[in-house]
Structures are given as structure tokens and as C-alpha cells.
């Protein structure tokens, strides 16, 4: 299974990005999507998850309203939109994949992992 995020640059506060992750090597249609984000000395933490159908969704409080996460299933893809950044978002933004059709927020749930994309938010 490989998953491969892009999308991640330089913006300005308030601006917006969107990252991608394509998955290959599962059926993606049948699994859980996640986004988790890494930022410099801290632990890694969960941003948003999506179930099997796009469905339903979850958000960590600190990205509710902002972020948008949604998938295709026909392009193997799932998308984060986000939407008036913050300095505090800047982060290494990390695409995985749980083996379960019911979203779980739980890091080590999620079995495979993208490289991860940097966003940095200028202020």
C-alpha cells in the first residue's frame, strides 16, 4: 500500500491550500481515510478523518469550520481544503489509511502512512 500526499507550501495567514493524498495497493473504497499533522517537538496529532463512503466525517476541534476533508473513490484520492490558516496549523500533514469502514480518530489504528507534506503559515 502506498499513499502519496502532495500540495503543502508557503501561505500567508488567512489563505488557503488544499492537499491530496492518492492511495494505490488497497481497495480504497472500503477503508477509512485520515490526516494527522506533525509540527516541529510535538507529538503527532489527529486533524480529520472520513469514512468509506465520504459520509461521514470528524474534525479535531482546532480545525472545526476551517478544514475540509472529502474523497473519491474513483480516483483512489481524499482531499483536505483549508481554509483560513493559522500560524499555529504549520505542520508536517501526514495521509493514512485504517483497515476498518467506521472512522476512528486513534493514531495507531491507521496501518499506512504517506511521507507527509509541509505547510507553513506565515503570519
Known amino acids: 500500500v502506498q499513499l502519496q500526499a502532495s500540495g503543502g507550501g508557503l501561505v500567508q495567514a488567512g489563505g488557503s491550500l488544499r492537499l491530496s493524498c492518492v492511495a494505490s495497493?488497497?481497495?480504497?473504497?472500503?477503508?477509512?481515510m485520515g490526516w494527522f499533522r506533525q509540527a516541529s517537538g510535538k507529538e503527532r496529532e489527529f486533524v480529520t478523518a472520513?469514512?468509506?463512503?465520504?459520509?461521514?466525517?470528524y474534525y479535531a476541534d482546532s480545525v472545526k469550520g476551517r478544514f475540509t476533508i472529502s474523497r473519491d473513490n474513483a480516483k483512489n484520492t481524499v482531499y483536505l481544503q483549508m481554509n483560513s490558516l493559522k500560524p499555529d496549523d504549520t505542520a508536517v500533514y501526514y495521509c493514512?489509511?485504517?483497515?476498518?469502514?467506521?472512522?476512528?480518530?486513534?493514531?495507531?489504528?491507521?496501518?499506512?502512512w504517506g511521507q507527509g507534506t509541509l505547510v507553513t503559515v506565515s503570519s
Open positions: 472520513i469514512n468509506w463512503s465520504g459520509r461521514s466525517t
Open positions: 495497493g488497497r481497495t480504497f473504497s472500503r477503508y477509512v
Open positions: 493514512a489509511t485504517a483497515p476498518r469502514t467506521d472512522i476512528t480518530i486513534a493514531t495507531d489504528e491507521y496501518d499506512y
